[in-house]
C-alpha cells in the first residue's frame, strides 16, 4: 500500500499487526510513524509502551514483542534497520530469518511490530517476501506533483488555511515535491498570511523559496521577453546557490522541448485543457507557456531545441567542456531567438 492508503488505514483504525516502512520520502514516513503512537499509545504512557531496537537478535525482538502493555491495549516496537531486510553486504543469517519469520506467523496481538528502513529495502530476502504475503508493505516514495498538490491542500486545511487546487499546483512547482521543504514554506505562508485564510498566488510568490525548476522556467520567460539582464542574473543567483551547470542544462533543454511542443500544439489549434496534459506541465502555468511560444515561429523554437540537444550530447561525449556551459548556451540561444526571422507570425 502506498501512503495515502496507510494514512486512511489509521483513520478507520483497521491496524495490523506488523509493517515495513519503505521509501525515500522520509518526512512523511517520520509523520506516519508519529501518527501510528498517537493513534495506538496511551497519551501520557506513550514510553512504557514503546520500544525502539536497531537491527536486533530474534530473542530481543520477541521478548519486547511479548511484553504487556502498561495500562493500554497496544504496544508498538520499532525495528530500525533490520539486516534481514535492508540490502548490506552482510549475508543472510538464515537462523536468524527463521526465527523472526516464524514469530510474525503469530506475533502477540497486543503488538505492532514497525520495521523502519531508510530509503528502499532488499526484496529479494526472505522477510519482505513474508511481509509482502501480509500486505504489510508501506511504501513511501516521492509524491507526484498530483499526490503532492492534494498533501499541501489538506496540510494547509490542519493550519488553518485554504489553498485552492490551481495555487496547491503552484506551490508545489515553486518549491519542488521534497515533503520537508514543502511544510518548511508552508508554515511561513501561514505566519506570512496572519489572520488572512486564504492563500493567493501573490502569497506564494512573495514568500516562498523556489525550486531549480522554477527559477529555470523564470530565466527562460525573461529571454524570451528580451529581459537579458533578468535572465543572466536569475542564472547568477542558481550558480551562487550551489546549482551545478549541467543540471541547469537539462532543465533549460526541457523548457525549451515544452516550448516547442507548446507551439506546435498553438499551430494545430489544440484546447488549451488538453495541453498541460500533453506537455506535463501544471495547469498554471498553460497560460504563461502559451504567451511565450506565441513569440517566436515553430522554427525559431525548433532551432533552440535542437542547439540544446546537440549541446548536451557534445559535453556528455567529451566533445566540448562543461565550464560555463550554461552561459554559453544563454548566448547561444539569444542569438538563434533574436537573429532573422523572429517573431510568431513569420
Request: proline share 3%; net charge neutral; glycine share 4%.
Amino acid at each position: 500500500m502506498n501512503h495515502t492508503a496507510f494514512f486512511d488505514v489509521l483513520k478507520a483504525g483497521n491496524i495490523g499487526e506488523c509493517y515495513l516502512f519503505e521509501g525515500n520520502e522520509e518526512y512523511i514516513k517520520q509523520s506516519a510513524l508519529k501518527q501510528l503512537y498517537a493513534k495506538l499509545l496511551p497519551a501520557g504512557l506513550e514510553e512504557m509502551n514503546l520500544t525502539e531496537l536497531n537491527d536486533p537478535d530474534p530473542d530481543s525482538l520477541i521478548a519486547a514483542a511479548e511484553t504487556l502493555p502498561f495500562m493500554g491495549e497496544k504496544r508498538i516496537v520499532v525495528v530500525r534497520e533490520c539486516s534481514l531486510i535492508t540490502s548490506g553486504r552482510k549475508s543472510e543469517d538464515e537462523n536468524k530469518a527463521e526465527a523472526i519469520t516464524e514469530y510474525l506467523a503469530h506475533i502477540s496481538p497486543s503488538t505492532c511490530i514497525v520495521f523502519y528502513v531508510k530509503g528502499k529495502a532488499d526484496g529479494r530476502k526472505k522477510l519482505y517476501t513474508l511481509l509482502k504475503k501480509k500486505n504489510a508493505i508501506v511504501d513511501f516514495s516521492p509524491m507526484n506533483d498530483a499526490e503532492c498538490a492534494d498533501w499541501a491542500r489538506k496540510t494547509m486545511r490542519r493550519m488553518g488555511k485554504q489553498l485552492d487546487s490551481e495555487n496547491a499546483g503552484r506551490l508545489v512547482f515553486t518549491v519542488g515535491r521534497d515533503a520537508a521543504l514543502l511544510r518548511q514554506e508552508m508554515e511561513k505562508l501561514a505566519s506570512y498570511l496572519d489572520a488572512r485564510e486564504v492563500v493567493t498566488a501573490e502569497d506564494i510568490d512573495a514568500i516562498c523559496t523556489r525550486s531549480t525548476e522554477c527559477t529555470v522556467f523564470q530565466m527562460v520567460d525573461a529571454q524570451v521577453a528580451g529581459n537579458i539582464d533578468t535572465t543572466f542574473a536569475l542564472l547568477r543567483d542558481m550558480i551562487r546557490a550551489g546549482e551545478q551547470r549541467m543540471m541547469i542544462l537539462a532543465m533549460l533543454l526541457r523548457q525549451y522541448r515544452i516550448l516547442y511542443h507548446m507551439r506546435c500544439l498553438l499551430d494545430e489549434r489544440t484546447p488549451a485543457n488538453a495541453q498541460a496534459q500533453l506537455l506535463g506541465i501544471p495547469p498554471f502555468s498553460v497560460n504563461r507557456t502559451q504567451q511565450q511560444a506565441r513569440r517566436f515561429s515553430r522554427k525559431k523554437l525548433r532551432e533552440a531545441y535542437d542547439y540544446l540537444m546537440d549541446l548536451d550530447y557534445r559535453i556528455k561525449q567529451g566533445h566540448i567542456p562543461q565550464d560555463n556551459c550554461a552561459e554559453n548556451a544563454l548566448l547561444a540561444l539569444e542569438n538563434i531567438l533574436r537573429g532573422s526571422d523572429a517573431g510568431a507570425h513569420h
